[in-house]
């Protein structure tokens, strides 16, 4: 195919029940200018790269870029970024929706902006008692990380080829679900400002099964020392060291909510999270509680 306007990345491992809502989505989408899809698929054992095989087949738009020898979604994200032939990519997730007009909002934003994001809606795709357990997402600009920079969303990003090259590419060795706010502390210190395009919006599909929120609330826990004293090498506030200290007491106030499928998701989450910090704080050197 022509070198297309915009190339839409999605890094995939084992998203075999989500990724046809995905792909349809995309490939119903309008714009005048011209765009791909590349499905980036990371070693999955379900059905995940038949799916890919099977849309390429059917849509010359479709295209399946294997991710091997690595795991992680930053190795995966960046494996599908360097295989774009535009200079324009746009990243979003196999488990998520983009809404109508995603394509066209990220395509014709990054003809004038090096970065850009969109709202993340979490009430499309999740029952309600879900996302209270999660809290509201803003919809009318970017989320602030601890209130100081404003933050792409690596699921909902649009980056031009040169700046994500100039920046450095997403890190591929932090450990713990940081890999979004550690590059955007990086676009700040370069002064790369991140816009806001209300079009670019995409439905987030929240984790609903105890283990997974458990397991998920880890990984980001085990972020959180790193990225605060990524946040005072930049000259920027880290949080207070004991911030958490009123999520651990709730750890303990909401066990008796374990009997509802709400108390067991909030339970999940924050308990994953503490734990999850206790980890990084080992594994980073800095102790955050």
């Not at 714009?31 to 698929?41: A, H, L, P, Q, R």
């Amino acid at each position: 195919m022509s070198t297309p306007d915009l190339s839409v990345v999605i890094p995939c491992r084992n998203v075999a029940t989500t990724l046809r809502e995905e792909l349809d989505a995309l490939l119903s989408q309008v714009w005048t200018g011209t765009f791909e899809v590349i499905i980036v698929d990371n070693e999955s054992t379900d059905t995940t790269a038949e799916i890919a095989h099977e849309y390429a087949a059917s849509d010359p738009r479709v295209r399946l870029v294997e991710a091997r020898g690595r795991s992680g979604v930053n190795f995966v994200r960046n494996v599908g970024i360097a295989s774009a032939l535009s200079d324009h990519v746009a990243v979003c997730d196999g488990d998520d929706i983009v809404c109508p007009g995603w394509v066209a909002a990220m395509g014709d934003a990054l003809r004038d902006h090096p970065v850009v994001t969109g709202p993340v809606n979490a009430d499309i795709l999740n029952p309600a008692w879900l996302v209270r357990t999660r809290g509201i997402l803003p919809m009318d600009a970017p989320r602030l990380l601890f209130g100081q920079v404003p933050i792409a969303p690596g699921g909902n990003v649009g980056l031009q080829r040169d700046t994500w090259e100039r920046i450095g590419r997403y890190s591929e060795t932090i450990i713990g679900a940081v890999d979004d706010a550690e590059f955007c502390i990086r676009l700040w210190e370069q002064h790369v400002p991140i816009y806001f395009a209300p079009g670019a919006e995409i439905a987030y599909r929240y984790r609903a099964e105890p283990r997974s929120l458990w397991r998920h609330g880890r990984f980001y826990g085990r972020g959180r020392p790193y990225i605060s004293r990524r946040l005072a090498q930049a000259g920027l506030q880290p949080p207070s060291r004991f911030a958490g200290w009123r999520s651990w007491l709730l750890v303990i106030a909401w066990l008796p909510r374990l009997a509802t499928s709400e108390g067991r998701a909030s339970w999940c989450w924050v308990a994953g999270s503490r734990l999850g910090t206790l980890e990084g704080s080992f594994i980073h050197r800095t102790l955050y509680l």
